[in-house]
């Protein structure tokens, strides 16, 4: 579980900002400007601190949610 404690921006605002610029790659101030569109005032050089602190973060609780998978595609010929 991924810790917000602290944070001054609701948990849904920053998982939906590094969300977008994860999945769209956009630039941090048009990322600032979209969020704004949103009714949510936040600076570009805090969407890079969020980016740079919770993409790693959500990127690793997605590996331990990765179902395991075989060791060789290939089928065993005995």
């Not at 610029?21 to 009714?39: A, H, K, N, T, W």
């Not at 969020?50 to 993409?55: D, F, H, S, T």
Request: glycine share 6%.
């Amino acid at each position: 579980m991924i810790s917000f404690k602290g944070t001054h921006y609701p948990k849904d605002a920053i998982l939906y900002a590094v969300f977008f610029y994860v999945r769209y790659s956009v630039s941090y101030r048009d990322l600032e400007e979209i969020m704004q569109e949103r009714g949510v005032k936040v600076d570009h050089a805090t969407l890079n601190r969020w980016v740079g602190k919770y993409a790693p973060l959500i990127a690793a609780e997605a590996k331990k949610q990765k179902r395991q998978v075989g060791t060789s595609w290939r089928m065993d010929e005995t």
